[in-house]
């Protein structure tokens, strides 16, 4: 009995002292608010916090993926800075969620930012999510590259906007949304090889919702 | 120690010759493998949702698994008295409890290990394994099974029936994953019956100390997690709950 | 019958007291099993145990056993506590029914049996062989116990009580579900036993086979030793343990 006595003190110190790194950026608000929140509970539960990210990544998706009714044509393409899409209000909240559930993973953050920024036309909503990010997440290089891309496209600098992105882009884990923005933004300015190699990268890609997008890329940017 | 092991081999043996461990294997990689649909819809990281989704099918048929043994295990053998004939060898009580956990605990690690590797040559198809972090994650499912095997035991004993034992098990474990969020929520509200809870917390199994897969990413990886004290925690909790089963079962009679 | 008169008792009981209790609902109910037992086996002798159901005899062997504790009074074997390492390295046990693990065959159940009972692995492999064979079980000893009829679990039963060479044997029905040739065998196997050495503690509702192998038979009525009948009183007459034990019985069950 004084061992099992002795093991459960220990146990006890053990359970308070060890402190797993927190998921909650300091002075973050508990919000109960949103869809998925009870499905998004019981995944907490059972300690899949990682999963539950994942799949409201992939509902992220599909909401993206789906056309809004008063849209014309895709909105997956770059505009420019002066076409402000008004459609896809839950793009913020939901990356906002996933941040919560994930902290650690950047790629919805970027998806995010490069869906706000570059297709939407609200640099304001994508350079708050990078905020939150970086708070989590500060040196992450990747977010810090997006600070500045997202910065100088708001100011209508593509050039420098494009520069800035590179080093993002070249990293892993970039969506390939965002490479596939990239590659656009490059063939706009003329830059015919770097936008090439974009390109044939996401024909290699995973995404295969891009790979269309990057054929007829390739090809417009052989002709000339 | 002997007799422990002894034990331990035959609960083992028990549990892959009924056929218990194999089934629990192809249901778990047949679960797998559907989770690749889910990484089909996830574009880009599809090897990420197929290493989560396969880590929780994993964790889940694994605890489960080893409640379901720990459970059934020492309820079977005390209704069909396959335990007298056990209890009037030489064989201490403690002795065989222990060897009875470690059996089940055993069996369940079995098929984890077997379903962490179909998922991990599913993962190379892919061309996206990473070892690191499968290891890491299959680490804190094997801490997770043991202390679950320790808390089912306990509970198996002071309960009458598998169901209850069992019922009462999932709770403790979904508690378990609730530790830090009730602390934090106590510390929040500050009321007189909120600090009641966190003693609360004490007896729980904290298991989001174990839950090293939803922090693989975290800054530095598994390599700043506290692997040591984690699994330190572990063994000390499922002592504590063998310790207090021995308690109890010392004054059975049978 | 073999006999050791200087060692000493194989297994005591000094006015031993069970209550079972139950409790529900706040409710305690207690059944007393035993009522101030005293019994004594010897060392090197066979010992029956005749009662009527539920009179107690099932409750006398599990006390030896330490898998039931005595409400009150004293239990000894071979001088030390029931239940103890010590004490249970010496005692083999054959329960009223016998359960085994269906998924193992009798070989590997022995080995299992025998290696917690202190046997090693060169010890195991000269014993379970004979073992098998002295209760007839070598043509099946690579089967599955699942598959099993009533009289072979209990010539098994037997084979794992006998197997670490006890020097007390606690048999409980040991030749319930046995064919006639089986009981013929199983005599000739536990007389060669306590010619060894071995003491015998029998309990059994088969009168004739207790009268052919006891040296002493203990009644038991009620929980209590109601009469204990040496040999002598019913040797030579056939029928007379018989004649004995409803004598003693009967009045206990007001004369039905």
């Known amino acids: 009995m004084k061992a099992a006595l002795a093991a459960a003190l220990a146990a006890a110190a053990l359970n308070l002292s060890l402190c797993p790194p927190p998921l909650l950026a300091p002075g973050a608000a508990v919000s109960l608010a949103g869809d998925g929140v009870v499905t998004n509970a019981a995944f907490w539960s059972l300690g899949m916090r990682r999963l539950a990210a994942d799949l409201a990544f992939i509902r992220l998706l599909v909401y993206y993926g789906t056309h809004e009714d008063d849209e014309e044509g895709g909105h997956h393409g770059y505009d420019g800075p002066d076409r402000k899409h008004d459609g896809y209000p839950e793009v913020m909240p939901r990356v906002r969620r996933i941040m919560a559930m994930d902290p650690f993973w950047s790629h919805p953050v970027m998806y995010g930012v490069g869906a706000l920024a570059f297709n939407l036309e609200r640099p304001d909503e994508a350079l708050a999510l990078l905020e939150e990010a970086l708070a989590r997440r500060p040196g992450d290089a990747q977010l810090i590259s997006l600070v500045a891309a997202v910065g100088f496209h708001r100011g209508g600098d593509l050039a420098q906007a494009v520069d800035r992105m590179m080093p993002a882009i070249d990293l892993p884990g970039t969506p390939t949304m965002l490479r596939n923005m990239a590659a656009y933004m490059n063939e706009r300015l003329g830059r015919r090889e770097t936008a090439l190699r974009l390109y044939r990268e996401i024909l290699q890609s995973r995404d295969s919702n891009y790979h269309d997008s990057a054929r007829r890329g390739i090809q417009r940017v052989s002709v000339f | 120690m002997r007799n422990a092991a002894l034990l331990a081999a035959n609960t083992w043996r028990e549990l892959t010759r009924t056929r218990f461990v194999p089934l629990i294997v192809l249901f778990g990689a047949v679960l797998i493998y559907l989770g690749m649909l889910l990484g089909v819809l996830a574009g880009d990281v599809e090897d990420r949702v197929l290493l989560d989704v396969g880590m929780a099918v994993i964790e889940l048929m694994t605890c489960s698994a080893v409640a379901y043994c720990a459970a059934t295990g020492l309820l079977q053998e005390m209704e069909q008295k396959t335990l007298y004939l056990i209890l009037s060898r030489p064989v201490g009580r403690p002795a065989y409890l222990v060897g009875r956990f470690l059996g089940a605990f055993s069996a369940a690690a079995t098929a984890a290990v077997a379903m962490t590797a179909a998922l991990a040559v599913m993962l190379l198809c892919k061309g996206g394994l990473e070892a690191g972090p499968l290891l890491l994650s299959l680490w804190g499912v094997l801490l997770k099974a043991f202390v679950t095997a320790g808390a089912a035991t306990f509970l198996a004993l002071i309960s009458t029936s598998v169901l209850s034992a069992m019922t009462m098990t999932g709770i403790v474990w979904v508690l378990g994953h609730f530790v830090g969020e009730i602390r934090f929520l106590a510390q929040r509200t500050g009321s007189a019956s909120a600090v009641l809870l966190v003693p609360v917390t004490w007896l729980l199994p904290n298991f989001s100390l174990l839950n090293y897969r939803d922090r693989l990413h975290a800054a530095g990886g598994g390599l700043s997690e506290p692997l040591l004290a984690g699994m330190l925690y572990a063994v000390l909790y499922a002592a504590v709950c063998m310790g207090l089963t021995s308690a109890v079962f010392r004054r059975k009679e049978f | ?256």
């Open chain 3, 1 to 256: 019958m073999g006999g050791a008169l200087n060692q000493p008792a194989a297994l005591r009981y000094s006015a031993v007291v069970k209550d079972y209790e139950k409790s529900h609902l706040g409710r305690v109910t207690r059944t007393r099993a035993l009522d101030g037992l005293d019994l004594e086996v010897r060392a090197g002798e066979i010992y029956g145990l005749l009662g009527l159901n539920g009179n107690g005899k099932t409750t006398t062997m599990k006390l030896a056993l330490g898998l039931l504790r005595p409400s009150a009074g004293e239990i000894s074997v071979f001088g030390r506590l029931p239940g103890s390492a010590e004490s249970l390295c010496d005692v083999g046990y054959l329960p009223e029914l016998p359960y085994f693990y269906p998924y193992l065959s009798p070989r590997e159940a022995l080995r299992f049996y025998g290696a917690l009972s202190g046997l090693v692995s060169e010890d195991l492999d000269g014993l379970v062989g004979p073992a098998l064979e002295k209760v007839g079980l070598t043509a099946a000893a690579d089967r599955k116990i699942g598959e099993f009829s009533k009289g072979m679990l209990q010539r098994l039963g037997l084979a794992q009580a006998i197997l670490h060479r006890p020097r007390l044997v606690l048999l409980d029905e040991p030749v319930s579900g046995l064919d006639p040739l089986a009981v013929h065998d199983v005599r000739g196997l536990l007389r060669a036993l306590n010619e060894e050495g071995c003491s015998l503690l029998m309990a059994s509702h088969s009168i004739s086979d207790v009268e052919r192998l006891c040296a002493r038979v203990g009644i038991l009525v009620n929980g209590r030793l109601a009469r204990v009948v040496e040999q002598a009183e019913w040797a030579g007459e056939s029928g007379q343990l018989e004649r004995i034990f409803v004598e003693t019985v009967r009045p206990a069950r007001g004369g039905r």
